[in-house]
């Protein structure tokens, strides 16, 4: 069975949601986290929690670092093999310009020379196992494509692969013909990532590209977290049995968000976010109700309603 793995998604995938997903479903093979970086010359404390094994105990999870540099890199690297980790994904997809005009996620697909400086210290630390989650290019797809001379010769677990440009964000489709001019290329396991909501996309993609190392999906996980499980098993669960699991999920979320979270505002706005992606799993007039409730009780009722 190829191995399918929760991508990493700030804001949503944080620690308690990875426990509560691998507990209630499961079905993946690893949770990559979001990613870990450098602000001023430390980590962030949110950040810092996410990783902490002592609230990942018995989750499957790789770590995931996004750097600009050599320097960056090797300052997250020993912060993360200090806590125990062996195995690190580098970022160099993310397309938010708060990152990428700084060189860092897809940012760095259009400087090679900071891409030699992270291979260079890959292929020195051979006590670690690392893997790359990419896109095609910042903006233009050569770009990607002219860094395999370095990333073939780095020794890589895997890469992942979302195939749209940094510069399209989230919009247009993701190129499944990019994906194999990019598979042809490299010498290098690939992993496919991007728009995968069933389990018939997940089944279309792994017909398409019979020697993936593995298929990584993001937000239809989200959306319908027995994603995986489904594709496991080879049959869709029935609608009935997948809003069970929401309300299940959603209920361990909420009751662990209220010991950490004091003010009821706060709390709402927090495990609201764990509908964000589901409007078409609960269908929009139910999604709209529990997004627009203006209290807890409110919240709880339109969640309690779902159908
Ligand atoms: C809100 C949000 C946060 C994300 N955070 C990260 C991140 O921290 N690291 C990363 O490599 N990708 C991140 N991504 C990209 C996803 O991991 C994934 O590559 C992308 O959503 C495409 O896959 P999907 O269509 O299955 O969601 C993020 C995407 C979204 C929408």
Not at 112 to 119: S, W
Not at 141 to 152: F, T, V
Not at 165 to 191: M, V
Request: proline letters at 5%; hydrophobic letters at 40%; one cysteine or more.
């Amino acid at each position: 069975m190829l191995p399918l793995y929760f991508a990493p998604l700030q804001g949503f995938t944080e620690d308690s949601y990875r426990r509560i997903h691998h507990e209630l479903v499961g079905g993946v093979t690893a949770y990559y986290t979001p990613f870990l970086r450098l602000e001023h010359k430390g980590i962030r404390t949110k950040d810092a929690r996410d990783v902490r094994p002592e609230f990942n105990a018995g989750v499957p999870i790789v770590p995931q670092v996004i750097a600009k540099d050599g320097e960056e890199f090797t300052f997250l690297v020993n912060y993360l093999t200090e806590l125990g980790y062996r195995e690190i994904d580098v970022n160099m997809g993310c397309p938010f310009p708060l990152q990428t005009r700084h060189g860092r996620g897809a940012g760095i697909l259009q400087h090679p020379e900071c891409v030699t400086q992270i291979a260079e210290i890959i292929r020195q630390r051979e006590d670690l196992t690392f893997s790359i989650k990419m896109r095609l290019g910042l903006t233009d797809e050569s770009e990607g494509i002219s860094l395999l001379p370095i990333l073939n010769d780095t020794p890589l677990k895997h890469i992942t692969l979302h195939p749209r440009l940094g510069s399209q964000q989230y919009n247009g489709t993701a190129d499944l013909d990019a994906f194999a001019r990019f598979a042809e290329k490299t010498t290098h396991r690939l992993i496919y990532n991007g728009d995968l909501k069933t389990p018939a996309d997940v089944h279309a993609i792994a017909t398409r590209f019979p020697n993936l190392a593995g298929i990584m999906m993001g937000r239809g996980l989200l959306a319908r977290p027995s994603l995986a499980q489904e594709v496991i098993e080879g049959t869709e669960w029935h609608r009935t049995k997948r809003i069970a699991l929401l309300k299940k999920m959603h209920d361990h979320y909420h009751a662990h968000l209220a010991t950490i979270i004091p003010g009821e505002a706060q709390l709402l706005t927090k495990v609201r976010t764990f509908w964000e992606y589901m409007e078409e799993e609960c269908g929009r007039k139910a999604w709209k109700k529990i997004m627009k409730a203006g209290s807890l009780r409110n919240y709880l009722n339109a969640i309690n309603e779902l159908t």
